[in-house]
Nanobody, 126 residues
Framework: QVQLVESGGGSVQSGGSLRLSCAVS????????MGWFRQAPGKEREGVAT???????RLADSVKGRFTISQDNAKNTLYLQMNSLKPEDTAMYSC????????????????????WGQGTQVTVSS
């Protein structure tokens, strides 16, 4: 049974930093992508960052230069380092995992991902 558990969310002021973690268990796929998504109240879920088993990464334009995605395979953990946070980054952040390596244009598409965590709230105040 695949489980993804996020942690690290919280409240910060504009310009601050947070690091989100996603602990993954029961996941045995060798060719895959994992990603971070966020959803603000009244808005659709949007892809933030993705990392694949072949090293490919992709970031949404809105977070390029501020967010970094990484993974520690030894710890089975996915990370999202968020710097220079803005109020518009406020959302529920969830991690997700797919079961194959998709085409580039699907990397930030929530429809590709099979497994999801419960999410962790990030609130950025101005």
């Amino acid at each position: 049974q695949v489980q993804l558990v996020e942690s690290g969310g919280g409240s910060v002021q504009s310009g601050g930093s947070l690091r989100l973690s996603c602990a993954v268990s029961g996941y045995t796929y060798s060719s895959y992508c994992m990603g971070w998504f966020r959803q603000a109240p009244g808005k659709e879920r949007e892809g933030v960052a993705t990392i694949c088993s072949d090293g490919t990464t992709r970031l949404a334009d809105s977070v390029k230069g501020r967010f970094t995605i990484s993974q520690d395979n030894a710890k089975n953990t996915l990370y999202l380092q968020m710097n220079s946070l803005k109020p518009e980054d406020t959302a529920m952040y969830s991690c997700a995992a797919g079961v194959y390596r998709p085409a580039w244009w699907l990397l930030l598409d929530p429809g590709y991902y099979n497994y999801w965590g419960q999410g962790t709230q990030v609130t950025v105040s101005s």
